[in-house]
DNA sequence: CAGTCAGGTGCGAAGGGAGT
DNA sequence: ACTCCCTTCGCACCTGACTG
């Protein structure tokens, strides 16, 4: 739960933590939610939620995930666009595409979904280092998610609930996000895999920015 | 009441010293 | 040179007081 210091110091990330930032006090007002309701629904201390919306913390992967556990989206939503009036596009360069690394773990996520593209669909590249770990304690969310996770390279190890699946090189799996989501790499080399999510929130989101 | 600030806690990484 | 142990440091995260 507590943090590790960073391999390199101060592993600051300010435009991802700007970005989160953003992303979380929209969501939290498109609710209408104080931040001592938002409390009540994650777990997140008032505190932290507010130095996430002010973008002077780096969260863990734990915390984002309840956050978004409490905020009834998934982990994708909250690092979607930041630029409402920004034109459609429909393709994602990799060299645009937005990378984000949980501290604790050294977890790294990079999104691959076009950031202002109105979808369900939220594709996402993982690379999870040598003996890593990240668990996701909310379980179930309004409305209900899925996401199949396909390994590239390496294997991993997928608890959902009491089910333990092992992962390996060109395997996919299906869940429904609906209990508690561990994923781990065992081994002694890293692992590479897609996650495919389904999740409303980022159309509800441009709908309610378009709307006002 | 919503939001911010200050101070404190717990944890792992890094670094240094001692012993082999 | 290597390993073990201890201390220090930096960070996420918390509680509770404070402000507007």
Not at 125 to 141: D, F, K, N, Q
């Amino acid at each position: 739960m507590k943090n590790k210091k960073s391999p390199n110091g101060s592993a600051k990330q300010p435009d991802i933590n700007l970005r989160i930032a953003s992303r979380v006090r929209e969501l939290r007002a498109l609710r209408g939610a104080s931040l001592d309701a938002l409390t009540a629904q994650c777990g997140v201390s008032k505190s932290m939620i507010s130095l996430i919306e002010r973008g002077e913390a780096s969260p863990t992967a734990a915390t984002l995930e309840k956050l978004a556990a409490g905020l009834g989206v998934s982990m994708a939503a909250l690092f979607g666009p930041d630029d409402a009036a920004a034109e459609l596009e429909p393709l994602s360069r990799r060299s645009d595409q937005l990378i984000w690394k949980d501290p604790e773990s050294g977890y790294m996520r990079r999104a691959l979904t076009p950031p202002n593209w109105p979808t369900p669909i939220q594709i996402v590249e993982v690379h999870l280092p040598a003996g890593a770990r990240v668990t996701y304690e909310s379980g179930a969310r309004k409305p209900a998610q899925e996401q199949q996770v396909w390994v590239m390279q390496g294997k991993i190890e997928v608890t959902l609930g009491d089910q333990l699946f092992s992962l390996r090189s060109g395997d996919c799996l299906a869940m429904r996000l609906d209990r508690p989501l561990v994923y781990a790499n065992p081994t002694t080399r890293a692992a590479e895999y897609i996650v495919a999510i389904c999740d409303p929130a980022p159309i509800q989101l441009i709908q309610a920015r378009t709307t006002t």
